[in-house]
T-cell receptor, first 116, second 114 residues
């Protein structure tokens, strides 16, 4: 597609439930990033994929959070046993092939997660 | 590690007035610098970036920013704002030679009033 696509745009769930958020990056972009944006805050880094592998997962807050990118394109962010504090907008971004050094990320519109 | 400080959480201005949104960063290594804008109900989009070369960079919609290494600043300016500039503005840094992983500031909400 033309841009980064994220689904669902809105997700309301109950505390303790499992949630999956999907990201479809720009075609040809090898790098994919997940960020979390809480109310009144800037985006916080969660995890970065280069191809299929997680090159940096230092931002994942705990082991309830996990992300995969099995074929090097679409990625899924998985949250187990959701807590009210997980409520936020989850942003996905992609960037052009490694070595292009443009420094620019292209963001999707985000998935707003509300945990009741 | 890098960090970004945006001193002003909200900046209200009148239409056609000049505006400056402040950004300071901290890093032990050389960085790239960015300003992203988030319009209501839209995703983040790049406004401008500094990678190297001239310290004055121009972006979309008449915005510009100046990289000041000695003051570790990258303030965003526009000489005359429009109502349509109302949005949230985020300053961000990434490490030179690394991935495009960005560290963001908390954002500045710019409100342009008629």
């Amino acid at each position: 597609g033309a841009g980064v696509s994220q689904t669902p745009s809105n997700k309301v769930t109950e505390k303790g439930k499992y949630v999956e958020l999907r990201c479809d990056p720009i075609s040809g972009h090898t790098a994919l990033y997940w960020y979390r944006q809480s109310l009144g805050q800037g985006p916080e880094f969660l995890i970065y994929f280069q191809g299929t592998g997680a090159a940096d997962d230092s931002g994942l807050p705990n082991d309830r959070f996990f992300a995969v990118r099995p074929e090097g394109s679409v990625s899924t962010l998985k949250i187990q046993r959701t807590e009210r504090g997980d409520s936020a907008v989850y942003l996905c971004a992609s960037s052009s092939p490694q070595g292009s050094n443009t420094g620019e990320l292209f963001f999707g519109e985000g998935s707003r997660l509300t945990v009741l | 590690a890098q960090s970004v400080t945006q001193l002003d959480s909200q900046v209200p201005v009148f239409e056609e007035a000049p505006v400056e949104l402040r950004c300071n960063y901290s890093s032990s290594v050389s960085v790239y610098l960015f300003w992203y804008v988030q319009y209501p109900n839209q995703g983040l989009q790049l406004l401008l970036k500094y990678l190297s070369g001239s310290t004055l960079v121009k972006g979309i919609n008449g915005f510009e920013a100046e990289f000041n290494k000695s003051q570790t600043s990258f303030h965003l300016r526009k000489p005359s704002v429009h109502i349509s500039d109302t949005a949230e503005y985020f300053c961000a840094v990434s490490r030179q030679g690394g991935s495009e992983k960005l560290v963001f500031g908390k954002g500045t909400k710019l409100t342009v009033n008629p």
